[in-house]
Structures are given as C-alpha cells and as structure tokens.
C-alpha cells in the first residue's frame, strides 16, 4: 500500500507552484515577509507600500486583514500609522518560520552575506527558489560575483541560513573577470541563469557593464 | 584514537577495518605532493589542474584515513571523514564536497566547468590536508 506522490516533479525539486505561492498570494507574500521578516520593526503603510511594490489598495486590504486577525498589531502616533508583527499572536513563531521558509529567503540570505557587501558586485538567487517553484527538497542556488571571495568563507556564512531553512544552498562564486569571460563566451550554465528568473540580493545584473 | 564516529560507520558496514600499512601511507603522501607540484604548472588548464588538486587531496585524506586503520572504496567516504581523521572543518569539507560532485558530473556531462574559487579554494585545502596527514607520527610497520 505504498504511496506515490501525484507529482513526479514534486521529488525533483521543481514544481509549478512553489510552497510560498501555495499558501499565500502575491501580495499577501510581500506585506507578511517584511512584517515577518523583521518582527522588530515597525512600518508605515507607505513604507510597506513602497517596500512590497505592490497597489495601495491591495496592500491596504492584506493589512486589514492581518490587524483584525490579531496576527498584526497596529498604532498610530501623531498622523501616522504603524504595523507591526504581533510576537504575541499564539501562531507568531510558526507564521515566522512557514515566511522564513517559503518567501523570507532573499532577505536570510541578504542578512548572511553582508559580510561581502564590500567585495562582491552582484548576489542572485536563481533556480527553482527564484522560480517560485522550489519544494521543501530543492536546493537553493545563489550566484555570486565579486574579487577576493574565498569559497571557504562563504560556506561558513552560509552554515547559519542551511540550518534555519534546513535546506542545502549552493554558492557559485565568479570573479568580475570570469563573470564577464563566461558571459562573452556564451557559457552554458550562466546564460541559462541569466535568461531565467533571478531575484538580487546585492546589485543588479547589467548586462552592459558585465560586457566591459 | 580511532575516533568513535569511524568505529560506528564500520560497524554499519559503511567502512572497512584493515591496518594500515607504513610504506603505502608513505606512497599516498608521495602521490598526493607530486600531484601538488604538478599542479603549481601554470601552463595547465584549469580542468587539469583541477584534477590534479582534486587527486592530490583524496590520496592524502586516504593515508589518514590508512593511518587510522580503516578502508573504503568510497572517495566520498573518505572526504567526509576528514572531520575526524584529520580534524578538517565543516566549510572546507563543503568545498570537497562541491569538487566532488562537480567531478561526477563532469564524468557523465563531460563538461567541467571550473572557476577559480573552487579550484583555490580546493588547493589551499589540499595543501592542509597533507600538512595534517604528514603530521601524524608513522605508524611501527
């Protein structure tokens, strides 16, 4: 009486929707991730606004949402209004880890590699994580660009988020001077990484100026 | 000594007890610092280099392993026992790690695609292998 999963894809790592996209919609990702994300915060509805990218009234309407449920606690001061997650609410350390998981990668991953914002150039996610069809066996594949990185090092920064997302993350580390060879040389792996969906973590790519 | 760690994964089958022997710890150090050499050559290529670095490496982690009187036809195995062998970390048996698959996938895609951090990456590694392994004191026979 074995069971097989319907999906063959769901055990290769990719699938048609990814697990942040089948429990939350578009902008309900983007308001929980910040909120989430950085539970000390307080933001403005502008703030979130702006940050999510998304329409007012869509994110107006999650925000709603999310105070009257008691998952988010709202205040004002002065003309202001602020929303912030409510660590108190019974199912904030759960909710934190399914947005940690699911959508709060780029920001994990953000945090962790700070350390090489004064050396690296450009920091993508690429792969089925970017895609948004990861699955909870998906390796998450970050890209990254920049003079005097050692492997090493970033092995043991990314020690820290393998263990939260209990996922294997795997970093390709180029130097400019590879980054723009492999581009000018039409390199399989990257122009595959390139044309497909990436989502920055530091820098943008400019194909112009990888070009030289 | 040995660790306990190695005693269990031969216990599970996952590895096998046999002493090892003097001269062929001293024949794997020999090979693992010829390849090293070899490797310095900046006329190679990086697929080649890599290949020299990547063997320079398991033929040194495999005398330690030898030293500690176990075996296995499994590079793999050997590498990921370095933590108790030889005391190496957790980042830079990831690097082995990564050079390992991306050799496996070379063998099957035929095409290595090496760049610079790992091929580093795993020289610098290759070199405190055999340092370590060089560091322990030589076995009676």
């Not at chain 1, 880890?97 to 050396?119: Q, Y």
């Not at chain 1, 001077?177 to 595959?192: V, Y």
């Not at chain 2, 099957?108 to 610079?116: A, P, Q, R, S, V």
Request: charged share 25%; glycine share 8%.
């Amino acid at each position: 009486m074995g069971r097989k999963p319907v999906r063959a894809e769901s055990r290769r790592g990719t699938a048609k929707i990814g697990l942040a996209g089948a429990l939350f919609g578009l902008t309900q990702q983007k308001v929980l991730r910040l909120l989430f994300g950085h539970p000390e915060k307080s933001y403005f509805a502008s703030e979130l606004i702006e940050l999510a990218g998304a329409g007012s009234g869509a994110v107006q309407r999650e925000l709603a949402r999310l105070v009257e449920s008691g998952l988010v606690t709202e205040w004002t001061v002065g003309r202001q209004r602020h929303f912030q997650a409510n660590v108190s609410s019974p199912i904030f350390e759960e909710l934190s880890g399914i947005i940690l998981k699911t959508s709060g990668i780029p920001e994990l991953l953000r945090d962790a590699l700070e350390p090489l914002a004064d050396r690296a150039r450009l920091i993508l996610l690429y792969g089925s994580v970017a895609h948004g069809r990861d699955t909870s066996a998906s390796d998450v594949d970050v890209l990254i660009v920049g003079d005097d990185i050692g492997l090493e090092e970033v092995y043991s920064l990314l020690e820290s988020p393998e263990r939260r997302l209990r996922r294997r993350i795997n970093p390709t580390v180029y130097s400019w001077e590879e980054f723009s060879r492999r581009i000018a040389g039409r390199n399989p792996f990257l122009t595959k990484v390139l044309a497909g969906t990436t989502v920055p973590i530091l820098g943008t790519y400019d194909a112009a100026e990888a070009a030289g | 000594m040995p660790p306990k760690q190695l005693d269990n994964l031969a216990r599970l089958g996952k590895l096998k007890i046999e002493p090892g022997a003097r001269a062929e710890i001293d024949g794997l150090l020999r090979s693992s610092s010829a390849r090293l050499k070899d490797a310095a050559d900046a006329e190679l290529s990086p697929d080649s280099k890599f290949d020299l670095v990547y063997n320079a490496a398991h033929a040194a982690s495999l005398a330690a392993f030898r030293w500690h009187g176990f075996r296995s036809e499994s590079r793999y195995l050997v590498f990921q026992c370095l933590e108790h062998t030889l005391g190496i970390s957790s980042q830079q048996w990831r690097v082995l790690d990564d050079a390992h698959r991306k050799r496996n996938l070379a063998e099957y895609e035929g095409d290595l695609d090496i760049d610079n951090a790992l091929l580093d990456a795993l020289m610098r590694i290759a070199i405190e292998v055999l340092e370590k392994a060089r560091a322990l004191p030589p076995l009676e026979s």
